[in-house]
């Protein structure tokens, strides 16, 4: 007993020990791994192991034609499936040169934006839940179903749709999407208030989220931390304004940036950019033009042999789409550069020195979807 | 037991009528009523197929009314484990691991088209099991990709009709595993 005592505290400190978070861990928001080295309670290193759903869809996607690949690109990131598909059929139309009508463009636009906002209502709602709110998973999915009762209706599908498609969408609107979509954008302006007053005046959230993590300007260009994170640290990245696409360079929205770099500014710009996606829905869904759902396409598509790159603002950050064609109807590589995988690449870096409870918030404010990293 | 019998409720109490003593009956219906009106959820979700999942444990579907009641993060507190996405190959071990760790008796609702059969990449994917049936037995196989709330509230539906016809008597005939 004596010895017990006797023990020296301080050589419990300096030892070095490692602790396995995940594959299966309800913070990791999927099959991340991370060892993490301790001291104490201080995260001293940290190794993402990744591969835990590797499902080698840049491999099979030498197999497919290309609108096979945008079934592929919906299961890589699952909450952005509209603008992975997008982007996919971005670069076939570049590819091949083909004029798109109007109106698909403004519907693309208005897929895109509801996306975004269930994907960062879906985010929010899984961070309240990793700092312990129970509240907030309620609150965020309540809304999130009324976003996907509008897709169940137009699309088919709840949320992964494959609405995109070569040329234009699958299948034009439901004549009840305009009235849907307004009655959520009135519905969602009030309710977003109310996660407002949920966390982001909360004197315990404010306490562990702010000051925790910090990502300096320049280490988010180095790592390549692009979208919200990215923006978080004051690095202006989006690709809406940078390479705007369809209709973002007709309307009106303001990038929002935050200067602190810290996990609690991460938070506010993805808050932010809910009421900017709220804006550019607003501005557009009135005016719809009329005309066809879809361009002419070719029954096969075949793109010219040659490179092509691609690049959306997915609800992530910034997803690049390499694709080299040897004139076949199928991609001789294709290469996706998804924003998850960077930005988890920056977690060892902010986590170092802070506690083990703060990796929990810091890797719930990068938004890291598992399959996006693996692919 | 044929699945046309399987889905008729009137065959069902026949059958549980017809075998076994009257006591051991009234014990068999204690344990699984119980049973199969508090089955707890591991939180496991590999991909697309557990955001459906979250969805169903969520405002509009609640399945706590159906006695799902929390998602527990430990294996050895839950009773069963929704395989909710792709399994590769390099997580296969670690799913049998969880399914060891967790205590009798246990369930497994393969949740979408992934963990039926490998779902769309069946063909041309070197990383992915074909099945998660290869890996551990499987109680409910429930298609779809991903399958709708309503439709896992129906594979629960299903895995507390088939733990209704559990006897602790007869293991070996009602395919109890401990």
């Given at each position: ?105 403004y519907i693309r636009t208005i897929m895109d934006e509801l996306t975004r906002i269930q994907s960062h209502q879906l985010w929010w709602s899984s961070f309240g839940m990793d700092l312990g709110g129970l509240t907030c998973f309620f609150y965020g999915l309540r809304d999130r179903e009324m976003i996907l009762d509008i897709w169940e209706e137009t699309t088919g599908s709840r949320f992964l749709q494959s609405y995109n498609c070569p040329g234009g969408v699958m299948q034009d609107i439901h004549p009840n999407f305009q009235k849907k979509v307004h009655a959520f954008l009135k519905t969602f302006k009030k309710k977003i208030k109310d996660y407002d007053r949920i966390l982001s005046g909360n004197v315990i959230f404010e306490n562990r989220s702010q000051g925790v993590g910090i990502l300096s300007k320049e280490d988010a260009i180095s790592y390549g931390v692009t979208g919200p994170s990215g923006r978080g640290s004051g690095w202006s990245c989006d690709v809406r304004k940078t390479e705007p696409y369809s209709m973002y360079s007709k309307v009106q929205f303001n990038e ?120 | ?178």
């Amino acid at each position: 007993m004596k010895e017990i005592i006797n023990l020296p505290v301080s050589k419990i400190d300096e030892e070095e020990y490692h602790i396995n978070m995940g594959p299966q861990h309800p913070s990791t928001h999927g099959v991340l791994r991370l060892v993490v080295s301790l001291q104490g309670e201080i995260v001293k290193n940290l190794k993402p192991h990744c591969g835990y759903i590797h499902r080698g869809i840049e491999k099979m996607c030498e197999k497919d034609t290309y609108p096979q690949i945008i079934h592929l690109t919906d299961r890589i990131d699952y909450l952005s499936s509209h603008i992975s598909n997008h982007a996919v059929c971005l670069l076939v139309e570049k590819a091949l040169e083909i004029e798109i009508p109007e109106r698909v463009q403004y519907i693309r636009t208005i897929m895109d934006e509801l996306t975004r906002i269930q994907s960062h209502q879906l985010w929010w709602s899984s961070f309240g839940m990793d700092l312990g709110g129970l509240t907030c998973f309620f609150y965020g999915l309540r809304d999130r179903e009324m976003i996907l009762d509008i897709w169940e209706e137009t699309t088919g599908s709840r949320f992964l749709q494959s609405y995109n498609c070569p040329g234009g969408v699958m299948q034009d609107i439901h004549p009840n999407f305009q009235k849907k979509v307004h009655a959520f954008l009135k519905t969602f302006k009030k309710k977003i208030k109310d996660y407002d007053r949920i966390l982001s005046g909360n004197v315990i959230f404010e306490n562990r989220s702010q000051g925790v993590g910090i990502l300096s300007k320049e280490d988010a260009i180095s790592y390549g931390v692009t979208g919200p994170s990215g923006r978080g640290s004051g690095w202006s990245c989006d690709v809406r304004k940078t390479e705007p696409y369809s209709m973002y360079s007709k309307v009106q929205f303001n990038e929002v940036l935050r200067y602190e770099c810290d996990t609690y500014s991460r938070y506010m710009v993805r808050m932010q950019e809910m009421h900017e996606s709220m804006n550019i829905i607003e501005q557009l869904i009135d005016n719809i033009p009329a005309g066809d759902h879809s361009a002419k396409m070719k029954a096969v598509i075949k793109l010219p042999a040659g490179e092509y790159f691609q690049q959306v603002e997915s609800a992530r950050g910034e997803l690049g789409l390499y694709v080299v064609s040897d004139g076949n109807k199928t991609p001789y590589r294709m290469k996706f550069r998804t924003p998850s995988f960077s930005n988890l690449s920056v977690l060892d870096h902010i986590s170092r020195d802070m506690k083990i409870a703060d990796l929990v918030a810091i890797g719930a404010s990068l938004d890291l979807v598992i399959p996006d990293i693996d692919r | 037991m044929k699945e046309k019998d399987f889905r008729d409720n009137e065959t069902l109490e026949l059958f549980k009528k017809s075998g076994g003593n009257v006591l051991m009956t009234s014990i068999d219906a204690v344990i699984d009523w119980g049973r199969s009106n508090s089955i707890w959820p591991l939180t496991f979700a590999t991909s697309c197929c557990g955001i459906e999942m979250m969805a169903t444990g969520a405002s509009r579907h609640d399945f706590a009314r159906f006695g799902i009641e929390v998602y527990r993060a430990s294996p050895r507190q839950a009773d069963v484990i929704v395989v909710a996405g792709t399994i590769v190959n390099k997580m296969a071990p670690v799913l049998k691991r969880l399914y060891d760790q967790m205590s009798e008796p246990r369930y497994v609702i393969a949740m979408g088209a992934c963990a039926v059969s490998g779902g769309p990449f069946y063909y041309n994917s070197y990383h992915v099991v074909r099945g998660v049936d290869h890996v551990i037995p499987v109680d409910v196989y429930l298609p779809g990709c991903p399958p709708r709330p309503e439709a896992l509230l129906y594979g629960i539906m299903q895995l507390q009709r088939k733990i209704k016809l559990e006897s602790i008597t007869r293991p070996e005939q009602t395919g109890i595993r401990g």
